[in-house]
């Protein structure tokens, strides 16, 4: 049985503040987990699942400090609606902040606000194997559960970075900035990429002009039909596609 306190440190981490102050994210269910035990065991913490879990996953938890719970304590623990048999605390995967770009594309988010865009995001960037993105300091936090969620395990893999990033790109020599905007290049036409930045923009304004006037191309997708936009995470996964 999981003592009060517990329990309310736990819940405390669904709040940026928190996590923050303590260096610790929520993953939950068990692909996610299951995701982070493999490829970051140094981060996990400890681990909270219900019996039958840990029972069929005994091998892989030998590591760790596991607490069995029964399902009425994982519903007080979960930031989920409907808690998914395990939870696991994880310390925050640090980042580094790349001063150079070569031989390597790697995706510049300004302003992305939705928790699940995000996770979507790093999610593509991991399938088209990015592993750096850097986001704007008003972009949604990376650790907040819906995005940590939404990635699927893609978390571990792709490094988030938080900076201004008119900085950062000013700071860039050599590298192409391509912003994706409503008219630029029709990105079916364009070659496959290697290396340079790649620009997606708030879900509502786009690209904030003083980081557009610091992109050096543009990429469109083709519109044939009378949407006004597409979804930030959708762009990123057509212009990847084309250009990775």
């Not at 609606?81 to 790349?98: Q, S």
């Not at 999610?123 to 995005?147: H, L, M, Y």
Request: glycine share 8%.
């Amino acid at each position: 049985m999981l003592v009060k306190s517990k329990v309310k440190y736990i819940q405390s981490l669904g709040q940026k503040k928190f996590r923050q102050e303590e260096g610790v994210f929520i993953a939950e269910g068990p692909k996610l987990v299951l995701e982070l035990l493999l490829s970051v065991p140094g981060n996990i913490v400890e681990v909270f699942a219900v019996k039958e879990w840990m029972v069929e996953h005994q091998k892989q938890l030998v590591s760790f400090i596991c607490t069995e719970v029964p399902e009425q304590e994982l519903e007080k623990i979960s930031q989920l609606a409907t808690p998914n048999m395990v939870l696991a605390l994880v310390k925050n995967i640090e980042p580094v902040i790349p001063k150079e770009v070569k031989g390597q594309v790697v995706l510049a988010l300004d302003g992305i606000q939705d928790p699940g865009n995000l996770g979507t995001i790093i999610r593509i960037a991991d399938w088209f194997g990015i592993t750096q993105i850097i986001c704007s300091e008003d972009s949604a936090d990376v650790f907040n559960p819906k995005v940590v969620q939404s990635t699927m395990g893609s978390i571990a893999r792709v490094r988030v970075s938080y900076t201004s990033l008119v900085e950062w790109l000013s700071g860039l020599d050599d590298v192409t900035i391509y912003a994706t905007v409503l008219e630029g290049q029709d990105v079916t036409t364009m070659k496959k990429i290697s290396s340079g930045v790649l620009l997606i923009g708030n879900e509502s304004k786009g690209i904030s002009p003083e980081i557009l006037k610091l992109a050096n191309a543009t990429v469109t997708i083709p519109r044939k039909g009378g949407a006004e936009s597409l979804n930030a995470a959708v762009a990123t996964g057509i212009v990847l596609s084309h250009l990775i």
